[in-house]
Structures are given as C-alpha cells and as structure tokens.
C-alpha cells in the first residue's frame, strides 16, 4: 500500500514539476543571472527555492505577479509590513511625500523623534 502511495507522490510531485517548470521561464533565466552575483540567486536564503525562487515583479493590494506574469494571491505579505496590501494609495502618498525631503540620512530627524514619543506613548514604554 505504502509502494502506491511513494509512485502516487512521486508522479503528482513530477507533473506539478513540470507544470511549474513551464510556467516559469523568466524566473529561470533570471535564476540564473541572479545566482552569478547572490547566493542561491537570491537577497536571502529565505528566498531560495528549488528548482529556483519564483521572481516577483509588482504588487497592487492582496495580490503579486512574478516576472513571468502570473498572478498569485500574497499570503506572506512581507512578514506583516504590508498590511493594508502593496502600494495602497494612502501608503503611496506618505512615502512620496517623505521622499522629497530626502530618503535616507544615516542620521537622526525629527520624525524618527516624533515616531519613537508616538511608539512610547501607545505602547507604554520608557525607549524603543
């Protein structure tokens, strides 16, 4: 009984190879690129996938589409940051907004301030 199983798995998991396989091309090739200066062809370990990580290209709220153009439904939402989904306008606006003052000083503002008095303030905290 078990034997059928193994063969069951290893035909499912062959043909759902096959099919990803198929789909994916721009992914590949971009693996391939990629692994020539990232290990594992990706920013993280994390990301890497067998046979390779799938690429994403953009997202618009609740939803992501690889390089390849296949939508998916993004259950990870950047471990909990995307909340409200990806470029949701509100979100949009706020970072152009702070954008045009600059995008990173290596160096304490006054937002990094008032940010860390809201965080204490809301959380009950003496730092953060």
């Known amino acids: ?6 063969a069951n798995a290893e035909r499912i998991a ?6 990803l396989l198929d789909a994916t091309p721009r992914s590949k090739a971009l693996f391939e690129r990629a692994s020539k200066h990232l290990p594992y062809g990706v ?3 994390f990301q890497a996938g067998d046979p390779y ?6 997202g618009k709220g609740s939803h992501v589409w690889d ?3 296949t939508e998916y439904v993004d259950f990870h939402g950047g471990f909990g940051c995307n909340v409200v989904g990806h470029a ?7 970072v152009e907004r702070a954008a045009r003052s600059g995008t990173h000083f290596a160096a304490t503002t006054e937002v990094t301030v008032a940010f860390a008095e809201e965080l204490c303030r809301r959380f009950n905290l003496d730092k953060v």
């Open 88 to 94: 949701h306008p509100k979100v949009v606006e706020a």
């Open 53 to 58: 990580p799938i690429y994403l290209s953009r």
């Open 43 to 45: 920013a993280s370990t």
């Open 1 to 6: 009984m078990s034997d059928r199983f193994t």
């Open 67 to 69: 390089v390849d153009d």
């Open 14 to 19: 062959s043909e759902e190879m096959a099919r």
